[in-house]
């Protein structure tokens, strides 16, 4: 059964460094996002992206974080310089449609933790 | 701004018993109604998708119930196992700017022990 990627499991940096973290949607899926779940937090939506473009963004997701889909099968989330209170499990996901009746399928996690 | 809560946030339970996890939500105007499962350190497997128009759905041992009228959804998980313990969460999406994004709540951790 196809399955979200994320890469790499467990990201170390110091603070104030720049990290990019990776994901492979579904091959056929054309909605990709974002979700970050601080540990014993809730799981809280960064970010959407669709046609090369956020289509949507939380009020988390300010100018220290930017997305790209670089290829046709990569799509990265990259926070520009870290902050200690950016440590947190990040989830990519994808979709086949942004169709309200739509499920997001999630991978498996990076796990970022800033010293 | 849809909130979503789930009670109760922990249980333990012996192996065998019947489970039911409750989530409420505070604007009834969904489009439907997700329950996930994540282990610890992991990601979020879908369970079950209930959309608006449905009143349940059931896979397996596991059958989500919607009242959007009232706010809430069950999750009943029956003749539990230890295989069962992990965290249970629901979400309920919203659309904005194109897109639906859920809004998750706590989620509900749960304990099977032999």
């Known amino acids: 059964e196809p399955e979200v990627t994320q890469t790499p499991s467990h990201q170390v940096t110091q603070m104030g460094q720049e990290v990019i973290l990776r994901c492979v949607p579904i091959s056929n899926h054309l909605y990709f996002y974002w979700y970050r779940q601080i540990l014993g937090q809730k799981v809280e939506f960064l970010v959407s992206f669709y046609n090369n473009e956020i289509s949507e963004k939380s009020e988390i997701f300010d100018d220290q974080f930017s997305v790209e889909r670089p290829d046709g099968s990569n799509f990265t989330l990259k926070i520009r310089s870290t902050k200690l209170e950016d440590s947190a499990m990040y989830f990519c996901?994808?979709?086949?449609?942004?169709?309200?009746?739509?499920?997001?399928?999630f991978g498996p996690g990076t796990r970022l933790t800033v010293l | 701004k849809q909130e979503v809560t789930q009670i109760p946030a922990a249980l333990s339970v012996p192996e065998g018993e019947n489970l039911v996890l409750n989530c409420s939500f505070t604007d009834s105007a969904i489009y439907n109604l997700q329950w996930f499962r994540q282990d610890p350190g992991k990601g979020l497997t879908s369970l079950l998708l209930?959309?608006?128009?449905?009143r349940e759905q059931t896979s397996g041992r596991l059958n989500a119930s919607l009242d959007k009228s009232s706010g809430r959804s069950t999750l009943y998980i029956a003749a539990s196992q230890p295989g069962d313990s992990a965290t249970y969460l629901c979400?309920?999406?919203?659309?904005?700017?194109?897109?639906?994004?859920?809004?998750f709540g706590r989620g509900t951790s749960l304990i099977v022990h032999p």
């Open positions: 996901a994808s979709s086949e449609s942004g169709a309200g009746t739509d499920t997001q399928y």
């Open positions: 209930i959309q608006s128009s449905q």
């Open positions: 979400a309920v999406p919203h659309a904005s700017g194109g897109s639906y994004i859920p809004t």
